[in-house]
């Protein structure tokens, strides 16, 4: 009988062992789980965070395109009445080296003895190919895209 009874003790205990295991499984993925959901619930607190910063990182980087854009149209156009300005000054040019050349053959002289002359008739041969590369360079400023 001391056989039954100890077989029934040991069984007992071992019964009880097995249900405690058990019992803290349980709680273990319990309290994972709690703490999985406190993980999951911050992290989608920082995406809304994140989606915030990052839709005014973007208006920010947006609105500094645009203005950067605007300023270099108004670039151009500064540009383009220089450039204006510029043709101007060679269309004078060319006009005195005319005037000069009329002058000289109505006294019958060769313009070239005129001081200044040769130097100003070489200025105007190479000023269009400066002036036009110049230009070329302003034009492109609007043809860029955002």
């Known amino acids: 009988m001391n056989t039954h009874r100890a077989v029934r003790q040991y069984l007992a205990k071992a019964e009880n062992k097995t249900e405690l295991k058990s019992e803290r499984v349980e ?3 319990v309290g994972d789980i709690t703490k999985a959901v ?3 619930v911050a992290a989608e607190k920082s995406v809304e965070t994140i989606e915030a910063q990052a839709k005014k990182a973007e208006k920010k980087h947006e609105d500094g395109l645009i203005k950067a854009y605007e300023k270099s149209l108004d670039d151009q156009d500064n540009l383009n009445d220089k450039l204006r300005k510029l ?3 060679n269309k004078q040019s060319t006009n005195a080296l005319d005037a000069a050349n009329k002058a000289a053959k ?3 002289l060769s313009a ?3 001081p200044g002359y040769t130097e100003l008739e070489k200025l105007i041969s ?3 190919s400066k002036f036009n590369a110049v230009s070329d360079v302003v034009q492109k400023i609007s043809k ?3």
Request: hydrophobic share 40%.
């Open 27 to 29: 709680l273990t993925v």
């Open 106 to 108: 109505g006294l019958g």
């Open 87 to 89: 043709q101007d000054v």
């Open 38 to 40: 406190k993980n999951m």
């Open 126 to 128: 190479e000023y269009p």
């Open 112 to 114: 070239k003895e005129i």
């Open 144 to 146: 860029v895209t955002i």
